[in-house]
């Protein structure tokens, strides 16, 4: 099993940049795809970008050449960097890890909230 804990997330103004962290509880280097999702009110849960144990990204469209995901997979960490952020990237920000191999987000983080507003 595998424990996520996030962290980074608060109040921004649009235009300003954030860092999420999810800090995993064993060693997650060469078994676990890392991902972020995020959930707006009302809405469902939607993929914002992934990384393979190689180091392989992909983003939503919303979001590219805004984010980047990145993991120090010595740290057991995954990070998001935000930046240019906008009022409808307000959401709670999950982190997720699913096995190689497996289409299956088995592990969550409790999310963390991120909201952008002037």
């Known amino acids: 099993q595998v424990q996520l804990v996030e962290s980074g997330g608060g109040l921004v103004q649009p235009g300003g940049s954030l860092r999420l962290s999810c800090a995993a509880s064993?060693?997650?280097?060469?078994?676990?795809?890392m991902g972020w999702y995020r959930q707006a009110p009302g809405k469902a849960r939607e993929l914002v970008a992934t990384?393979?144990?190689?180091?392989?990204?992909n983003y939503a469209a919303s979001v590219k050449g805004r984010f980047t995901i990145s993991r120090d997979n010595a740290k057991n960490t995954v990070y998001l960097q935000m930046s240019s952020l906008k009022p409808e990237d307000t959401a709670v920000y999950y982190c997720g890890a699913r096995r190689l191999f497996t289409e299956v987000w088995a592990y969550w983080g409790q999310g963390t909230q991120v909201t952008v507003s002037s």
């Open positions: 990384i393979t144990t190689g180091g392989s990204t």
């Open positions: 064993r060693s997650i280097s060469s078994t676990y795809v």
